[in-house]
């Protein structure tokens, strides 16, 4: 009886209902796992997407830096050279010994060229810097005023490098005559070239040999 009568209850039960409002849970449960879920595929793929992003954004500031890096490094090559050329020119001009009395001939004939008289020359100094030596000298003179600028323009064009420092003049005789001569003193500073550790190396690299040519 009991039975017959459960029977009957399960048949007055709405059977469609309960069957669209299983399937609706089981498509809203799936779509929710689907596009919400922490571990879900959808989930998974959105942060690989944002990661990737990430990473190629990084990858274009790596490669901007980079060319950046690239243009610089051209204008320093660039610096580099002129430099390299500037320090050849000096090197040109600067011998790697310095003769004392040559240097001191050569100021006292430059001198007698332009009809400055030479009251005394002596090496006053020699010190060292860094990538060369200077020794320095005093020169007493007496000459007219257009004697002295011709003497000083011929150390200016000589072929080494000359430096002219603390001068000191004052007129001597008549400042009524035609040529009011001057006395006075000038230091004048002679330079060598010492070297670098580059040009150590240099000279320390062994020579390339060349081909001789033929089979061997």
Do not use: C, W
């Amino acid at each position: 009886m009991d039975n017959e009568r459960l029977l009957a209850n399960l048949g007055r039960i709405p059977t469609v209902p309960l069957l669209l409002a299983f399937l609706f849970y089981y498509i809203g449960y799936g779509y929710y796992s689907f596009m919400g879920a922490e571990d879900s595929p959808l989930t998974s793929k959105k942060k690989q997407v944002v990661a990737a992003k990430e990473e190629n954004g990084r990858i274009k500031e790596k490669i901007k830096k980079a060319i950046e890096f690239s243009k610089s490094l051209e204008a320093k090559k660039s610096e580099i050279q002129g430099l390299v050329q500037e320090l050849n020119g000096m090197k040109a001009t600067l011998s790697e010994s310095f003769d004392v009395p040559e240097f001191m001939k050569m100021i006292i004939t430059e001198a007698k060229k332009t009809g400055l008289v030479v009251l005394a020359l002596k090496p006053t100094s020699q010190g060292k810097k860094e990538y060369y030596s200077e020794s320095a000298f005093e020169l007493s003179f007496k000459g007219a005023y257009v004697q002295l600028l011709v003497f000083l323009d011929r150390l200016a064009q000589a072929q080494k490098v000359i430096r002219t420092d603390h001068l000191v003049i004052k007129p001597k005789g008549s400042p009524y005559a035609r040529y009011v001569e001057l006395e006075g003193t000038v230091q004048i500073k002679g330079f060598s070239y010492l070297g670098t550790k580059a040009d150590e190396i240099a000279q320390g690299s062994p020579e390339v040999p060349q081909s001789t040519g033929g089979a061997q």
